[in-house]
């Protein structure tokens, strides 16, 4: 299957044209505007594409894909121009976006368009919602109910920083948000909200709030929780409350531009690294009450080393690419990635990466 990959050059697109590349089911295209680095396998072929072009959907058609998966962020302020492209192509579309109004938005905007062309349209795919659903979903096993999910994301100091990433991050802190907290809508801002968090095998980091789609689909999706929260946490606390000082002038209303300085600031970051680790994780907290009336909190905590963290926002799409490539899902239409993979799923990808898991739970 004819799997083009646009952004296929950058952090996350390349680690997904290397995974794709070795499944005989798969004929891999990397697209992006830059050439394509010499070091890109023999496997994987190269196309010069921009999805910025007047003549995007036409150069998009001639690479007469069986699918796409768009990886070139951010993806906060996108239209969806690829995803109706790539149906008026024919093929399936994953997208790793982690904006909150365009994953939010993609289903009522593609929908009708989806299923019109008999294809899966899937926004998403991506460390949030698609792996973070996929642990809730797991959690809710052990509850009558669940009450609230506090989620963080902690990146390694040594791990890659793509540019992208940084200006998603950056387009927000300082800037008003809402998120769930005890059953009514409340103001928060982005990166502000510290709070300290204890994460396995990294320890003790500072986390701020972060606006991703999670915070509008996870009231929906999981009836009755009343709190439902995310914040990423730096390894580095001079470095995190850095940007939490900068997003707090700007809340204040003072006109800083910071994601346009993104190329900046991560060549600053990187001057930092002989400080940091190349260990990373995630810990998703669900809290409730278990099937016998007491109240529990479930901790699922994962652990990256040796720089792989940067793995886990790609798998969800590659998993996807390869269940459609063997016929494996039947859905048609547009949706938000919840509910297409289950986290026994993600597991045997951890396992590629020296990526740990630990369950953690106690009383709430």
Known sequence: MRTVVIGGYGNFGARICRALCIDPDMQVIAAGRASAPVSLPEKIQAASLDLQSPDFAVDLKKLSPDIVIHCAGPFQGQDYRVAKAAAGTGAHYVDLADGRAFVNGFA??????????GLLMISGASSVPALSSAVVDELINRFRQIE???????PGQRAPRGKATSAGVFSYAGKPMKWMRDGEWRDAW??????????AGLGVRWAAACDIPDLDLFPVRYRGVR?????????????????WSAAAL??????????RAAPLLNRMASLLDYFGSERGGMLVSVA???RDGSRARV??????A????????CIAAILLARKLARGQIAARGAHACMGFLKLAEFEAEFARWQISVAIKEGPA
Request: net charge negative; hydrophobic share 45%; glycine share 8%.
């Open 108 to 117: 009522p905007e593609i929908d009708a368009l989806a299923r019109a062309s």
């Open 288 to 290: 409730g009450v278990r």
């Open 299 to 304: 901790d699922w905590h994962l652990t990256a």
């Open 190 to 199: 982005g990166w502000q909200e510290l709070v300290r968090v204890d994460l």
């Open 306 to 313: 040796a720089n792989h963290g940067p793995e886990i926002p």
């Open 227 to 243: 709190t439902v929260e995310f914040r990423a946490a730096l390894e580095l606390g001079v470095q995190h409350l850095a940007l």
């Open 250 to 259: 700007r809340r204040s209303g003072m006109p800083l531009p910071i994601e």
């Open 148 to 154: 609230e999910i506090q989620m963080y994301i902690a």
